[in-house]
């Protein structure tokens, strides 16, 4: 089975803080993928890749930014964390058609 | 417990019942389409898909039906057990595009 790894499931953050999220992923897809989910919002994109050093912005992609410097590992960036980047983050790769996710990582900003 | 749930419409079940989680989705050219599952403290798991030149599609104890003509998608689980309790949501594709999800449904499934 496919299986994507989010290196932390719970974080603390301060305000103003870089934030880095990162993700792996063993079965050699070529799209990864970012979402932060919100009651009441659901899944919203933030930014995706469909190759190394490719990305693309997504539906939310303000206050983010991302790295993808090899195939397996697909980094989110919160340049300066602010209170309404408080989420949970969830990442997720594919070859094609099905996503499989992580387990997210729960982010509270302070 | 994680508050994804919270907002959410939820149903409702008697263990043993079957559950129906309805879903309208947004783009007529969409041509793919998901349920995912997800519980508590999880990401989301896939359950079933079913593609746009299919209506409906068996998995073991669940069951996709697409109606194009509505944009329309419904999962059926059958003999509801409480492990089947979590969040569902219905996601759309077109093409090679991204997935779009949707809201979410929280189905609570009573001993």
């Known amino acids: 089975d496919v299986k994507v790894t989010q290196s932390s499931r719970y974080l603390v953050k301060r305000t103003g803080e870089k934030v880095f999220l990162e993700c792996v992923q063993d079965m050699d897809h070529e799209n990864m993928f970012w979402y932060r989910q919100d009651p009441g919002l659901g899944l919203r994109l933030i930014y995706f890749?469909?190759?190394?050093?490719?990305?693309e912005k997504g539906d939310i992609p303000e206050g983010y930014s991302v790295s993808r410097e090899k195939k397996e590992r697909f980094s989110l960036i919160l340049e300066s964390a602010s209170t309404n980047q408080t989420s949970m983050y969830l990442c997720?790769?594919?070859?094609?058609?099905?996503?499989?996710f992580g387990s997210g990582t729960r982010l509270t900003v302070v | 417990g994680e508050s994804v749930g919270l907002h959410l419409p939820t149903l409702s079940v008697q263990e043993g019942d079957n559950s129906i989680i309805n879903c309208a989705y947004s783009?007529?050219?969409?041509?793919?389409f998901i349920w995912y599952k997800q519980e508590s403290g999880k990401g989301p798991q896939f359950i079933i898909d079913?593609?746009?030149?299919?209506d409906k599609r068996q998995g073991q104890r669940v069951t996709v039906l697409l109606n194009k003509t509505v944009k329309h998608l419904s999962l059926q689980i059958a003999a509801t057990q409480p492990g089947d309790s979590a969040v569902y949501f219905c996601a759309e594709m077109q093409g090679y595009s991204t997935l779009t999800f949707g809201k979410g449904t929280m189905l609570l499934v009573s001993p």
């Open positions: 890749s469909y190759d190394v050093k490719m990305k």
């Open positions: 783009n007529s050219a969409s041509d793919y």
């Open positions: 997720a790769s594919s070859l094609g058609d099905g996503y499989t």
């Open positions: 079913i593609r746009s030149n299919m």
